[in-house]
């Protein structure tokens, strides 16, 4: 139900300009689904949708609308500060074989790079596993482990 949702989120703002949690409440309920402002809110944030202008050119008429968050760097996007800075200090080297990427960590850093890596929330990845300095994580390409790969390594500095 909640992908559905999602699914539906997305659809509305691609074609419609939403401008309050409220108003895509209501447009959610339009399209049968039974969701509270509280949930639209979660919802919001688990799609990390951002504002954007809707175009106006007076300050009367500047208004915001939902949209998704088309970052060139989707995750320097998602990584929080607290994050990003565990993978800088844990990281030293990043690689891929097939649609696996492979963190090499400092001794005892893995898990902690693993937390930060699924905190990007993206499907891309399938899962990870840590150890006590390799990380693994299984993407659902070799397209998308080399794409993750060049992304992640702009984001962090590696040795």
Known sequence: MKAERHAKILELIKHESIETQEELTEKLKQHGFEATQATVSRDIKELRLIKVSSGGKGKSENKYKYSVNNSRNEID????????????????????????????????MAQAAGAAIDAIDTPDIIGSVAGDDTLLIVMRSEAEAQDFTKKLSKSVRTL
């Open 77 to 108: 996007s998602r990584l929080t500060t607290k994050f990003k800075s565990i993978l800088n200090e844990a990281i030293m080297k990043i690689d891929y074989a097939g649609n696996l990427v492979v963190l090499k960590t400092y001794s005892g």
